[in-house]
C-alpha cells in the first residue's frame, strides 16, 4: 500500500519559519499532484498549495508571498517551505497526493497523518 509521511511541525514564533516534508512510499506507480492543506480548530480543511509533477503551482491567497511549495519526483517528496509565520497559520497541516499504484488504474488520493503548526504571537 501506499503511506505519506510528514516531518517538520512544530512551534514557532510569529514572524519565523518552518519547513514541512512528506514523502510517499510504497506501491507506487505514478504521482500526479501533491499537496498541502491544513485544518484549524472548529474550521474545514482547506488548501493551502498545491504542486503538479510538471512543476506547476498553486496557493491559497492567504499564503501567497510567504510560502513555497516544491517537490523531489526522483524522492517521492513533496516540501512546504513557510516564512513570516502568522498566529493564523496555527493548524493542523496535511499532506496530500494524488497517485497512481499501477498501470491501468485510477488516480486516487491519498493523506498523510497530520502534524501540528503553532504559530505563537
Known amino acids: 500500500q501506499v503511506q505519506l509521511v510528514e516531518s517538520g511541525g512544530g512551534l514557532v514564533q510569529a514572524g519565523g519559519s518552518l519547513r514541512l516534508s512528506c514523502a510517499a512510499s510504497?506501491?507506487?506507480?505514478?504521482?500526479?499532484?501533491m499537496g498541502w492543506y491544513r485544518q484549524a480548530p472548529g474550521k474545514q480543511r482547506s488548501l493551502v498549495a498545491s504542486?503538479?509533477?510538471?512543476?506547476?503551482?498553486n496557493y491559497a491567497d492567504s499564503v501567497k508571498g510567504r510560502f513555497t511549495i516544491s517537490r523531489d519526483n526522483a524522492k517521492n517528496t513533496v516540501y512546504l517551505q513557510m516564512n513570516s509565520l502568522k498566529p493564523e497559520d496555527t493548524a493542523v497541516y496535511y499532506c496530500?497526493?494524488?497517485?497512481?499504484?499501477?498501470?491501468?488504474?485510477?488516480?486516487?488520493?491519498?493523506w498523510g497523518q497530520g502534524t501540528q503548526v503553532t504559530v505563537s504571537s
Open positions: 496530500n497526493s494524488n497517485i497512481k499504484i499501477s498501470y491501468g488504474m485510477s488516480y486516487r488520493d491519498y
Open positions: 504542486i503538479l509533477s510538471s512543476g506547476s503551482t
Open positions: 510504497g506501491s507506487i506507480f505514478s504521482i500526479n499532484a
